[in-house]
């Protein structure tokens, strides 16, 4: 009688652990669909604050060399152009103002030229979109693990009966998103 008890509460202990093992492992697999889901949201916050402020910066540091170099060329043009002696000081003055700037600018900001702002923005938005391309990528993963998972025979049984969710959603692009970002100045 003792044998049938301790066997019977064998299966039981067995049976109990292997069932705790597959609710272990249904919720370790949610937690990494929810992991991966929260670094898409990071990448996609990372893109929020970062392109904006980067378009700003070249937009700014381009409109300040265009402005400064177009008021060298006036300049030089006024000089070129002056008539009187009065002119020509006038005009070598602002000459004189305008490369001072430009000198400061290029002592202060010993790389600032447009091209290489624009070449760094232009790298920044590619590793910004290939970021979020691993970031999706790693959560469709996740989620197909996980639909894999909680559809299975017996695992389908015990994910209903813990209240799992029957399947994630994979990430998809819809509308404009599945279009490349267009930066315009």
Sequence with gaps: MWKWL???LAVILVLGFWIAGVYNNIVGIDQNVKQS??????QLQRRFDLIPNLVETVKGYAKHEKELFENVALARSA???A???SDK???AGQVEGFLGRLIAV????PVLRATENFRALQDELAGTENRMAVARMRYNEAVQEYNTIVKRVPTVFF???FGFDKEKTFFQAVGQAKEAPKVTF
């Design 159 to 161: 994910a209903n009966l």
């Design 37 to 42: 889901w929260a670094q898409v949201e990071n």
């Design 106 to 109: 290029a002592e202060n900001y």
């Design 79 to 81: 000089w070129a152009g």
């Design 83 to 85: 008539k009187t002696v």
């Design 6 to 8: 301790v066997g019977i």
């Design 89 to 91: 000081v006038k005009a």
